[in-house]
């Protein structure tokens, strides 16, 4: 972060819990004088499983047009950061984010080590429970609960 205050580090991806878990780490950041750090994670890995690669005949094309997608995925990444953060900074909280191209959990926990990292709010819910209409906690939530060096909070 900018400035070297304390920061809750918040997942986002414009669905209803990550835009729950946004609203929860305002009502922190306001009362404790935190800055907030968006996080949008673009997940490369879903594009085509490493195992399928090897029945893929022309795996240069495959690549471009991962190249592609990723490209098309940061820029809606960046007009949806961007309008995030000025209704943030309406409020005015210092806010920050960064789009990051990898898998969820790797990304969030790489993030979190950032020493003005204090506290990671995120949603709970992962696409199994979502498509099924279960509770519960998702696997990425779920592993970044158990090993995060900082406190966790899981939105609902």
């Given at each position: 972060?900018?400035?070297?205050?304390?920061?809750?580090?918040?997942?986002?991806?414009?669905?209803?819990?990550?835009?729950?878990?946004?609203?929860k780490a305002i009502e922190?950041?306001?009362?404790?004088?935190?800055?907030?750090?968006?996080?949008?994670?673009?997940?490369?890995?879903?594009?085509?499983?490493?195992?399928?690669?090897?029945?893929?005949?022309?795996?240069?094309?495959?690549?471009?047009?991962?190249?592609?997608?990723?490209?098309?995925?940061?820029?809606?990444?960046?007009?949806?950061?961007?309008?995030?953060?000025?209704?943030?900074?309406?409020?005015?909280?210092?806010?920050?984010?960064?789009?990051?191209?990898?898998?969820?959990?790797?990304?969030?926990?790489?993030?979190?080590?950032?020493?003005?990292?204090?506290?990671?709010?995120?949603?709970?819910?992962?696409?199994?429970?979502?498509?099924?209409?279960?509770?519960?906690?998702?696997?990425?939530?779920?592993?970044?609960?158990?090993?995060?060096?900082?406190?966790?909070?899981?939105?609902?």
């Amino acid at each position: 972060m900018a400035t070297g205050k304390p920061s809750i580090l918040v997942p986002y991806d414009a669905t209803e819990l990550s835009i729950k878990a946004l609203d929860k780490a305002i009502e922190i950041a306001s009362r404790m004088g935190y800055e907030i750090l968006l996080l949008y994670i673009i997940d490369d890995t879903r594009f085509c499983p490493s195992r399928m690669e090897k029945f893929i005949s022309n795996i240069t094309d495959l690549e471009k047009t991962k190249k592609y997608l990723v490209n098309l995925i940061k820029e809606g990444a960046e007009k949806c950061m961007t309008e995030v953060v000025g209704k943030i900074k309406e409020k005015e909280l210092f806010v920050k984010y960064i789009i990051r191209v990898g898998h969820p959990d790797d990304e969030i926990l790489e993030v979190s080590k950032n020493p003005n990292i204090h506290l990671i709010v995120m949603g709970c819910s992962g696409s199994f429970k979502k498509r099924h209409n279960r509770r519960g906690v998702g696997s990425i939530s779920r592993w970044i609960s158990e090993v995060a060096s900082c406190p966790v909070v899981l939105m609902r």
